[in-house]
């Protein structure tokens, strides 16, 4: 069970399908790492007696020869900023701690009518405003790479040199973000695969540092209703697993049109699979030269020197390529994304739902006492900042000029594409997993800056991108690269993937002989 718990969902599946194992002992088992896991502080809510409820049906699916998929009975789990019918959704904020929703969102729904089952929501930066998974209200998440979890529960299928002994409990590093909880949900064997977000690389980030596959499909291939804004224009679920083919068998299972949502592609999906026989010798790979950043780790770059090798012997052509306005997206970047928080956080007044202070001595004062107690430090910020973009005097200034930045860095990328460019080998981050005090030496917006540059212009331009962890660091901790592709063109993107994921061969992880069906 242990091993069957880090495998992938292909091979989980087709035990169930044949009965070799029932989807109530996964579950239980499941269940059990987020006890073992719970240090980490990966989850905000466990929802074991939804995910018993849930697995108990699908045992009476697997005994009928009634399953329904693939993920029936596939442990999964959801990061807290999408909204959870009978469980509290709370974005990690004071302001959310007690709220349950009176509706799933799409992204869920169509996993549970697949069979999925609910193992928890996972935990975030306060309302997905972060980079580190360390600004939430329900505390920090911690990484478990190089971790006192990782020694105690885990080995490594490559060489015992993979789990570090961490002397120093204060010197951890963090998972990434904001979709931290789910990255730590899924490397730690908890569940198969968690839904994450990504408006400026949540998904992408954490997966880079916790050594993942993090799938940002194009905007508008999967349905946003339910997932609580941050930037109406740039939010995407996001797909969080341990290899390719089980990032590609939950987007086929959640995209595609949704009424409920206006902004999503109204044509029909069509679900696809990756051979395991991967031939990329037609391929043309662009390097865009402005993404060699002057804070790029040597490790990160002799990553990508490596990778692009392999591509070259693999039959590919590489081009140095130019984004010209790469360097002015981070800024246009953080003017959009406060102005959006601005508008999508006034909602939260006390009066229709979410926190209220208990004491206050006219509506005025009640909202101003209920946004200052419910909302922490980096939202507030965010808030004010974005109100102070969007002032008369100062909209043309910042607001429309950053919208007209964002075209051009859109452009860029349609430049590279209608000059045969099938797709973008780049970083994802510029380093490994950083220390948490390190981490914490510069404010929010500094590392932000910093952990984002190089996958936000994709959020930016609207299209997929995936990370894809290449090897361990000399520290043992996960180094990763991005690739990137034209709008709605997962298919190469994810067979690349697929084959560069084949070629480095990254360390898996798995549990060590504990028993897990107590």
């Known amino acids: 069970m242990n091993k069957l718990l880090t495998t992938s969902i292909k091979e989980v599946s087709q035990k169930i399908s044949i009965g070799d194992v029932r989807p109530s002992d996964i579950t239980k088992a499941s269940v059990k790492v987020t006890s073992i896991i719970k240090p980490l502080n990966a989850y905000i809510t466990v929802t074991n007696e939804t995910a018993k409820k849930h697995a108990e049906c699908s045992d009476l699916r697997q005994k009928n020869n009634n399953l329904l998929g693939r993920l029936d009975g596939i442990p999964i789990a959801i990061k807290d900023n999408y909204c959870t019918k009978e469980h509290l959704t709370?974005?990690?904020?004071?302001?959310?701690?007690?709220?349950?929703?009176?509706?799933?969102?799409?992204?869920?729904?169509?996993?549970?009518?697949?069979?999925?089952?609910?193992?928890?929501?996972?935990?975030?930066?306060?309302?997905?405003?972060?980079?580190?998974?360390?600004?939430?209200?329900?505390?920090?998440?911690?990484?478990?790479?190089?971790?006192?979890?990782?020694?105690?529960?885990?080995?490594?299928?490559?060489?015992?040199?993979?789990?570090?002994?961490?002397?120093?409990?204060?010197?951890?590093?963090?998972?990434?973000?904001?979709?931290?909880?789910?990255?730590?949900?899924?490397?730690?064997?908890?569940?198969?695969?968690?839904?994450?977000?990504?408006?400026?690389?949540?998904?992408?980030?954490?997966?880079?540092?916790?050594?993942?596959?993090?799938?940002?499909?194009?905007?508008?291939?999967?349905?946003?209703?339910?997932?609580?804004?941050?930037?109406?224009?740039?939010?995407?679920?996001?797909?969080?697993?341990?290899?390719?083919?089980?990032?590609?068998?939950?987007?086929?299972?959640?995209?595609?049109?949704?009424?409920?949502?206006?902004?999503?592609?109204?044509?029909?999906?069509?679900?696809?699979?990756?051979?395991?026989?991967?031939?990329?010798?037609?391929?043309?790979?662009?390097?865009?030269?402005?993404?060699?950043?002057?804070?790029?780790?040597?490790?990160?770059?002799?990553?990508?020197?490596?990778?692009?090798?392999?591509?070259?012997?693999?039959?590919?052509?590489?081009?140095?390529?130019?984004?010209?306005?790469?360097?002015?997206?981070?800024?246009?970047?953080?003017?959009?994304?406060?102005?959006?928080?601005?508008?999508?956080?006034?909602?939260?007044?006390?009066?229709?739902?979410?926190?209220?202070?208990?004491?206050?001595?006219?509506?005025?004062?009640?909202?101003?006492?209920?946004?200052?107690?419910?909302?922490?430090?980096?939202?507030?910020e965010r808030i004010l900042v974005g109100n102070y973009f969007l002032l008369e005097e100062n909209y043309e200034e910042y607001y429309v000029k950053a919208m007209k930045i964002r075209r051009l860095i859109s452009e860029d990328f349609n430049a590279i594409w209608n000059n045969n460019i099938d797709l973008l080998l780049t970083p994802t981050t510029l380093t490994e997993a950083p220390k948490y005090n390190d981490f914490t030496s510069m404010d929010n917006q500094t590392q932000c800056s910093i952990q984002d540059y190089c996958t936000q212009p994709a959020n930016m331009a609207g299209i997929p991108a995936v990370n894809i962890p290449i090897k361990l660091s000399k520290n043992n901790l996960p180094l990763s690269l991005q690739l990137m592709a034209s709008p709605f063109n997962e298919k190469i993107l994810l067979t690349v993937a697929k084959w560069i994921e084949q070629i480095v061969q990254f360390p898996k992880l798995e549990l060590k002989d504990i028993y897990l069906l107590e």
Request: glycine residues 10%; charged residues 20%.
């Open 90 to 380: 709370t974005c990690a904020s004071k302001m959310l701690s007690k709220f349950i929703p009176p509706y799933n969102a799409t992204v869920y729904q169509r996993l549970k009518d697949a069979g999925a089952i609910l193992i928890g929501k996972t935990n975030l930066d306060e309302f997905a405003m972060g980079s580190g998974t360390i600004d939430s209200y329900y505390g920090p998440t911690k990484n478990l790479w190089n971790s006192d979890v990782l020694t105690k529960f885990y080995s490594c299928n490559k060489h015992e040199e993979c789990i570090k002994q961490n002397t120093d409990a204060n010197l951890w590093h963090i998972a990434g973000g904001s979709s931290g909880g789910s990255a730590v949900a899924v490397i730690s064997g908890s569940c198969y695969g968690a839904i994450g977000s990504d408006t400026g690389g949540s998904t992408r980030n954490p997966a880079s540092y916790c050594g993942l596959i993090g799938l940002k499909p194009t905007y508008g291939l999967v349905s946003r209703y339910g997932l609580i804004p941050l930037v109406n224009s740039m939010d995407v679920p996001g797909i969080l697993t341990r290899n390719v083919d089980d990032s590609v068998l939950i987007l086929n299972t959640i995209a595609g049109p949704d009424k409920f949502d206006s902004t999503c592609l109204q044509k029909e999906y069509i679900p696809f699979e990756i051979a395991d026989t991967i031939n990329i010798s037609n391929l043309r790979i662009g390097i865009p030269k402005e993404y060699k950043e002057k804070n790029l780790s040597p490790e990160i770059q002799k990553c990508w020197d490596e990778v692009s090798q392999y591509l070259r012997e693999g039959g590919a052509s590489l081009f140095t390529v130019s984004l010209p306005y790469t360097n002015y997206s981070i800024m246009c970047y953080t003017v959009l994304n406060r102005c959006d928080i601005a508008s999508n956080l006034a909602c939260y007044d006390g009066i229709e739902y979410g926190y209220r202070s208990n004491e206050w001595n006219s509506v005025y004062d009640m909202y101003k006492k209920t946004r200052s107690e419910g909302f922490g430090k980096i939202v507030k």
